[in-house]
């Protein structure tokens, strides 16, 4: 193939990358609140699985004469795991990357797209390819990732005792998603439909064939 009908074939999947400049807003579709919220509760989650994990005692209280017993928690009950957790929760919104080729809020996952695993693999092959920003910006969070970590802080202090109060009382009986983001942030039905939209599971691969003695190899 020509390298000017590869240029051709390549101008819609550019266009539909790089769009017009992001300061004019043109071209780009920040995350709405029901995208920001699930992302959120499912980062919050993620991360207190993580802390949940330990099973260390703590000891909480003050006492000047140390006479008085100090009260004992379980961590992964405690305070102290929930304001760990929420530390810095936001930040891992950054580790998302927009997915173009998608139209529904799956468009917002993490690892490469496959727009952008197309373009790598076509540099690697030595092909110029011109998106209006330099190559070592490719990687970067697009600016519709570095808003919703935006979305993400305003959310946290804005419903900051809604999650306390889920993560004292409520996180046996149901889900971050359904306390903070249906039974809050979303109050109309119409507005939590991307809750229910998940990224299709992996094709499951094919068992292969054991070859049977006697069977011929095909040249």
């Not at 004469?65 to 009260?71: A, E, I, L, Q």
């Not at 919703?148 to 005792?161: F, G, P, S």
Request: glycine share 6%; net charge negative.
């Amino acid at each position: 193939m020509h390298l000017e009908s590869l240029v051709i074939l390549l101008l819609p999947l550019l266009q539909l990358i790089a769009g017009d400049s992001p300061e004019e807003e043109q071209g780009v579709r920040y995350a709405n609140r029901c995208e920001a919220c699930k992302i959120l509760a499912a980062e919050l989650e993620g991360r207190l699985g993580e802390t949940g994990k330990s099973h260390d005692v703590i000891e909480t209280g003050y006492s000047v004469d140390d006479v008085r017993p100090k009260k004992r928690t379980e961590y992964r009950r405690s305070e102290l795991r929930l304001l760990e957790s929420l530390e810095n929760v936001c930040e891992r919104v950054l580790e998302y990357n927009l997915h173009k080729e998608r139209t529904d809020s799956t468009r917002f996952a993490k690892g490469m797209s496959q727009t952008f695993q197309t373009l790598h693999g076509l540099v690697d092959k030595g092909v110029k390819v011109d998106l209006g920003i330099p190559y070592e910006l490719w990687d970067k969070p697009p600016v519709e990732v570095t808003q919703m970590k935006t979305q993400c802080e305003n959310m946290l202090e804005e419903y900051e005792d809604t999650i306390s109060d889920w993560y004292f009382k409520l996180q046996d009986k149901k889900s971050l998603q359904k306390h903070l983001c249906e039974d809050h942030v979303l109050r109309l039905k119409a507005e939590r439909e991307c809750l229910k939209e998940q990224l299709p599971p992996p094709p499951a691969k094919k068992p292969k064939k054991d070859k049977l003695k006697g069977d011929k190899e095909e040249l």
